[in-house]
C-alpha cells in the first residue's frame, strides 16, 4: 500500500513572544492511499497543527511532511479540508458556499452545478440548495462545508474535529454519512478528533496523541468489520479499544 | 413578534406616535401665547408654517449649496476612507504605522479646523466646505473599511489557499463582500458627520447655504427662520439616511444591517 502522507520526526515550534510552544515533537507516521487514519487527543495536542502541516499551511520547525511522494511547501490544492468551524460565506447560500471550491479553481460553474446538487442531497440538504447560512442549523451548515470539500473529488480529505460542535445524535449520523462517502468514492482520510469512540468507530488506525509536548504515544490498528453500523458501538471489542485509547490517553 | 411590556409591535404603533407628536405641536401653538413668549425666542409651528409659505423661495436656494457641500464630503470621504483602508489592510508597512495612529486623528476634534481650512482654500470656494465635510466624514469610513477588509475568519483564508485563490480572486470573492456591511455602517455614520460638517463650515464662511441663513436669522432675531431652517436640514439628513438603508436592504439579503462603530 503506497502512503498518501508521510510524517517523519515533524517537529513544530510556535514562538509566542520570549515563550516557545513545543507544539509537536518527532511525530512519525505514515497514512496509507485509501485508508481511513484517525487522530486523538485531548486539546492543545497539537492534532490542528498537524493538519495544517499536512495541508501545507505551516511549515514544520523540524523533519518532513511528505504528501503523495513530494515535500510539502506551500498550501496543498489536491485537498478537501473541513475545519471544525463550518465557514461559511454568509452571503452566499448553500449551493454557492459549495461552487466556490469551483469558482476558485477557475473551472466551469455549470459544469458542477449538478455534481453539488448531488452532494447536498447525499449530505442530506436536499431543499435547502438555496438557503443561506443563517437559515441552517449547525449541523446542516457542516453538510454544506463537506460537500465543499468534496465537490473538486480531492483524492485527500483533511478534516479537524468537524462534528465537535454537532449534538451526540447528530454526531453519530454523521459519523454513518461520512462513512459512506467515503466508501463509495474511495479517499484517503485523515481525521481528527477529541472524542475516543468517534476515533474508533471511523478509523482503520487510531493515531493516540499526548500533550506538552504534542507527540504519538500509540498507534491502534482497529480491527472491526466494514461497513460499520451503530451496533457495532456496543460489541465488547468496540468498547476494549475504547478503554485501551482512554488509557493511552492518561484519563483516569 | 417582538412587543414591549405593554404590548404591541414597535412599527405596529406608528399610528400612536403620530397621533403623539401632533398632539405635542397643538400644545405647544396653545402654549406659546399663553406664556407670552415673544416669537423671537419660540416661535409657534403656525408662525414656522408661514415662514416656509413667506420664504420658501429663500430656503431652497440655501438648501441647494448645503446638499452639494455635504454629498461632495460625503463621497470625497467615503472614496479616501476606503483607499486608505485599502493600503492599510494590504500594506504591511502603513498597517505599522497609520493604523495605531488613527486613534488618535480620531479624536481630533475635525471641527475645530473648519477655520484654518477656510484660510487655506478660500471662504468663498465651495471645495473649502466640501472639505470640511469631507475631513468630518471620512473617519468612520477609514475604520469601518479596514475592519471589513480584515475581520475574515483566518480558516476561510486558509480554506482559499488550499482552493488555489490568488489575492486578487481573495479580494473579489471573500474581502470584498465581508466589508459590505461594515462600509455601509461606515455610510451612515458619515452622512450624518458630512451633513455637521457642511454646516458648520457655513456657520464660519457665512457666505451660504442653510448654515449661513441661519446665522443670518439668529441675528435678525428671526426664529421661525431658524426653525424652518432647521427642519430642511432635517429632512436632507434624513432622506440621504434613508437612501443608504434602502441600498443596504437591497444589497444585503441575507442579513440586517449592524450598527455605526464609533470613535
Ligand atoms: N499560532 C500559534 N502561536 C502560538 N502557539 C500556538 C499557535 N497555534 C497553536 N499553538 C499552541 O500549540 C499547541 C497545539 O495547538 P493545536 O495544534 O491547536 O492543538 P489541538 O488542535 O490539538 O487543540 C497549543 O499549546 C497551542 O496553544
Ligand atoms: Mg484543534
Redesign the interface.
Known amino acids: 500500500m503506497a502512503s498518501v502522507i508521510q510524517y517523519d520526526k515533524v517537529r513544530k515550534i510556535y514562538n509566542s513572544g520570549d515563550d516557545e510552544v513545543v507544539a509537536l515533537q518527532e511525530v512519525s507516521f505514515s497514512v496509507g492511499e485509501g485508508e481511513f487514519v484517525t487522530v486523538v487527543g485531548r486539546s492543545g495536542c497539537g492534532k490542528t497543527t498537524l493538519l495544517k502541516l499536512t495541508a501545507g499551511l505551516l511549515q514544520p520547525s523540524g523533519g518532513a511532511v511528505q504528501v503523495a511522494g513530494a515535500p510539502v511547501r506551500g498550501p496543498l490544492t489536491n485537498v478537501g479540508i473541513v475545519f471544525q468551524a463550518p465557514v461559511l460565506l454568509a452571503w452566499r447560500k448553500a449551493i454557492d458556499n459549495v461552487l466556490l471550491q469551483v469558482e476558485a479553481r477557475k473551472l466551469r460553474v455549470e459544469n458542477y452545478r449538478k455534481r453539488a446538487l448531488e452532494l447536498l442531497d447525499l449530505t442530506g440538504l436536499k431543499g435547502f440548495e438555496e438557503r443561506y447560512p443563517s437559515e441552517l442549523s449547525g449541523g446542516m451548515q457542516q453538510r454544506v462545508s463537506i460537500s465543499r470539500a468534496l465537490i473538486h473529488d480531492p483524492p485527500l480529505l483533511l478534516m479537524d474535529e468537524p462534528f465537535g460542535a454537532l449534538d451526540a445524535i447528530t454526531r453519530d449520523e454523521m459519523n454513518l454519512e461520512l462513512l459512506r462517502i467515503w466508501h463509495e468514492a474511495k479517499k484517503t482520510v485523515l481525521f481528527i478528533t477529541h472524542s475516543i469512540p468517534e476515533a474508533v468507530f471511523l478509523g482503520d488506525r487510531v493515531i493516540v496523541m499526548t500533550p506538552r509536548p504534542g507527540k504519538v504515544s500509540e498507534i491502534v490498528n482497529i480491527d472491526l468489520p466494514r461497513p460499520r453500523t451503530t451496533a457495532l458501538r456496543d460489541e465488547p471489542k468496540f468498547i476494549s479499544y475504547v478503554r485501551q485509547i482512554r488509557k493511552s490517553l492518561g484519563v483516569r | 413578534m417582538n412587543e414591549g411590556a405593554y404590548g404591541g409591535t414597535p412599527f405596529g404603533g406608528i399610528k400612536w406616535s403620530v397621533l403623539f407628536f401632533l398632539c405635542l405641536l397643538v400644545l405647544w401653538q396653545l402654549v406659546v401665547p399663553f406664556l407670552g413668549l415673544p416669537s423671537y425666542l419660540l416661535p409657534t409651528p403656525a408662525q414656522i408654517v408661514e415662514e416656509f409659505g413667506k420664504r420658501g423661495g429663500l430656503l431652497m436656494s440655501q438648501f441647494l449649496p448645503t446638499f452639494y457641500e455635504t454629498i461632495l464630503g460625503f463621497l470625497l470621504g467615503v472614496a479616501v476612507g476606503v483607499s486608505a483602508g485599502l493600503g492599510i489592510v494590504y500594506s504591511r508597512f502603513l498597517w505599522l504605522t497609520i493604523y495605531p495612529s488613527l486613534v488618535v486623528v480620531g479624536s481630533i476634534p475635525r471641527v475645530a479646523i473648519a477655520p484654518l481650512i477656510l484660510i487655506w482654500l478660500g471662504i468663498d470656494s465651495l471645495w473649502s466646505k466640501v472639505t470640511i465635510a469631507f475631513l468630518v466624514a471620512f473617519f468612520p469610513m477609514v475604520i469601518n473599511s479596514i475592519v471589513g477588509f480584515s475581520q475574515v475568519?483566518t480558516?476561510?483564508l486558509?480554506?482559499?489557499?488550499?482552493?488555489?485563490?490568488g489575492r486578487w480572486?481573495e479580494f473579489r470573492?471573500?474581502r470584498l463582500?465581508?466589508s459590505?456591511p461594515y462600509l455601509f455602517a461606515g455610510f451612515k455614520a458619515s452622512i450624518a458627520l458630512a451633513v455637521i460638517g457642511a454646516v458648520v463650515a457655513e456657520f464660519v464662511a457665512g457666505q451660504k447655504g442653510l448654515g449661513y441663513l441661519i446665522v443670518v436669522a439668529n441675528n435678525d432675531l428671526n426664529a421661525p427662520l431658524i426653525f424652518a431652517s432647521i427642519i430642511v436640514l432635517s429632512a436632507m439628513s434624513l432622506g440621504l439616511f434613508g437612501i443608504i438603508v434602502g441600498l443596504e436592504k437591497m444589497l444585503?439579503?441575507?442579513?440586517r444591517g449592524i450598527q455605526p462603530s464609533e470613535l
Open positions: 475568519e480558516e476561510m486558509d480554506l482559499a489557499k488550499t482552493m488555489g485563490m480572486m470573492k471573500i463582500p465581508n459590505i444585503m439579503p441575507w442579513r
